[in-house]
């Protein structure tokens, strides 16, 4: 491991979890200076995490193993966010909490570093990273916002199974398989399949499209519809913003994909949009005719945007979104977060 022993402490809570292999890997392949690594899980099954060739054990965490890192990322759920986050800031450990326990706490920096860096604080140790799918919108509007003004945003999201965590991806996988010899029925016509049996997502996902991803609230949005919203008014610093998204889960595998439609304070001919995005750090914008695709986007850093054009009228653009969830929406997010504590100095083995 190459690592020098002042170098942070960093643990990883949910190691074993989709987002946590990507984390640790990419730890790896970013180099971050990490003097030590500790990984873990629910503990539930013994588990291990190679990391630099070596097989690290993943047991469950307790509080006292997380006090010794000088950074946690949290890669777990909600509930286990609750359980350490805000007592482990509290004693000076630097937590990045991919959950959406504390994203809209306004003592909380939510924080995609290329749109947002300047609202980290060194006095404040807990910091969220946001839902992955407004990664990807946050970052591809981010310098029409800037410049002119977002004043109104549509999306609907095409959101892929591993969003919801490995078991829905086993979910996904095991459906498919049942389905995977399916042809034309005997009289040549195209199967009719109904809703089948599920246990992680709300229908069956496979050959399927949910527009539900969360519970829905008495406005009829569902909770990643309203976290969204919210999560997007904070990150653009836009509290008049309004927005209405529709989240449908796709049975993909990585890599959100949206359309979105933006309302700017002022006309915008595409070609202008075009000029100001392309210098958002991150973003890479396909050529007219050319657009990205979860195939396309998928295991790759950053977010991709094509098929930008007028809307309905001069102020608004229609584009294609897609960004690798369990990456820029989640990982990749967290270790940029982390580098940029470590080049401002604030993140130090204590
Ligand atoms: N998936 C995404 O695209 C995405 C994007 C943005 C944010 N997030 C957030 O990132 C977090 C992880 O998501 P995921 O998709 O990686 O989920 P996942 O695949 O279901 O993995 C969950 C991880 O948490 C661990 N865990 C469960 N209970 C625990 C406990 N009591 N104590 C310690 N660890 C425990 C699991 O360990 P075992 O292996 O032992 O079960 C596993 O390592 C969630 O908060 C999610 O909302 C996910």
Known sequence: MPSARKDPVVGVVGATGL???????????R???????????SGRTRAFVSFHGRRLAAPAPSERALADCDLIFLVSSDEVARMYAPALAGRGVWVIDDSAAFRLDPKVPLVI?????????????????????LTGLAVAG????????????????YQAVSGAGKA?????FSQSRALAHMGLRADGRAPILREGSCLVLPRAIAFNAVPQIGRFGSDGYSGEETK?????????????????VTA??????????????????????????????SKTRGLTLHASGSYPTPRSAGGKMGVFAGRLRQGTGPRELALWIVSDN????????????AEVLLKKGWLKHR
């Open 19 to 29: 987002v946590g292999r990507e984390l640790v890997e990419l730890i790896k392949r």
């Open 31 to 41: 180099r971050l200076r990490v003097g030590e690594l500790k990984c873990f899980s």
């Open 113 to 133: 570093p290329e749109v947002n860096a300047d609202a980290l604080r060194l006095d404040r140790r807990l910091i969220a990273g946001p839902n992955c799918t």
């Open 142 to 157: 981010a310098a029409l916002h800037r410049a002119l003004g977002v004043r109104e945003v549509r999306v609907a999201s």
């Open 168 to 172: 829905a991806l086993g979910e996904l």
């Open 228 to 244: 969204v919203a919210a999560e997007l008014r904070k990150i653009w610093s836009a509290p008049n913003l309004k927005i209405s």
């Open 248 to 277: 449908v889960r796709v049975p993909t595998i990585r890599a959100h994909a949206m359309a979105a439609w933006l309302t700017l304070a002022q006309p915008l001919s595409p070609a202008r949009a075009r000029a100001l995005m």
């Open 326 to 337: 369990l990456l820029k929406g989640a990982a990749l997010n967290s270790v940029q977060t």
